[in-house]
Antibody
Framework: QVQLMESGGGVVQPGRSLRLSCAAS????????MYWVRQAPGKGLEWVAG????????YHGDSVKGRFTISRDSSKNTLYLQMNSLRTEDTAVYYC???????????????WGQGTLVTVSS | SYVLTQPPSASVAPGQTATITCGGN??????VHWYQQKPGQAPVLVVY???DRPSGIPERFSGSNSGNTATLTISRVEAGDEADYYC???????????FGTGTTVTVL
């Protein structure tokens, strides 16, 4: 069965860095586009970043552009989100998510991890 | 940037029909996906490409999309349908996913 397991969340001071990981299993990871979506406490869903199935294209939302970087290592079946210059407004649960379709980007998301909480606070 | 607007809340009695709208400029030209999220859980895809249902999603969930409004309809509402619902599209102009503001469905 498809599983996505995020790790790396925690409490961090403003201005510091954190790297999230998402271990994928139960499917051919290298064939699917992947995404990070976050949800601030009590708020709605916000798309953060996406990466093509082969890593050839990466996309980042306006609120994180220049600070966050999405990447993937298909030899390890792992998705990453490098978060630099963190701000208090980056506090959220971060979800790793998979596209429903193989080899395309921007399809519907059919699998989500359970999320990892990042708290940015001094 | 592209904006999707949903009503903040909707209340419905068990057995009745819940209708959730998602407004966006010419949204009818885009593929709309809908997610259900219960408290403390990850979202679940309930409708994709305007009106298709993933396997395992009851037929009670249906969708439509035309003009400036997409709609998620939940027929014969059950207590277990109480959740937040989000619409989503891909904005090709910016290469962004856009989520709607979310609607909390309360079953009376």
């Amino acid at each position: 069965q498809v599983q996505l397991m995020e790790s790396g969340g925690g409490v961090v001071q403003p201005g510091r860095s954190l790297r999230l990981s998402c271990a994928a299993s139960g499917f051919t990871f290298r064939r699917y586009a992947m995404y990070w979506v976050r949800q601030a406490p009590g708020k709605g869903l916000e798309w953060v970043a996406g990466i093509a199935y082969d890593g050839s294209n990466k996309y980042h939302g306006d609120s994180v552009k220049g600070r966050f970087t999405i990447s993937r290592d298909s030899s390890k079946n792992t998705l990453y989100l490098q978060m630099n210059s963190l701000r208090t407004e980056d506090t959220a649960v971060y979800y790793c998510a998979r596209d429903r379709l193989t080899t395309v980007t921007w399809g519907p998301i059919d699998y989500w991890g359970q999320g990892t909480l990042v708290t940015v606070s001094s | 940037s592209y904006v999707l607007t949903q009503p903040p809340s909707a209340s419905v009695a068990p057995g009745q029909t819940a209708t959730i709208t998602c407004g966006g400029n010419n949204i009818g030209s885009k593929s709309v996906h809908w997610y259900q999220q219960k408290p403390g859980q990850a979202p679940v895809l309930v409708v994709y490409d305007d009106s298709d249902r993933p396997s395992g999603i009851p037929e009670r969930f249906s969708g439509s999309n035309s003009g400036n409004t997409a709609t998620l309809t939940i027929s014969r509402v059950e207590a277990g349908d109480e959740a937040d619902y989000y619409c989503q599209v891909w904005d090709s102009n910016s290469d962004y996913y856009v989520f709607g503001t979310g609607t909390t469905v309360t079953v009376l």
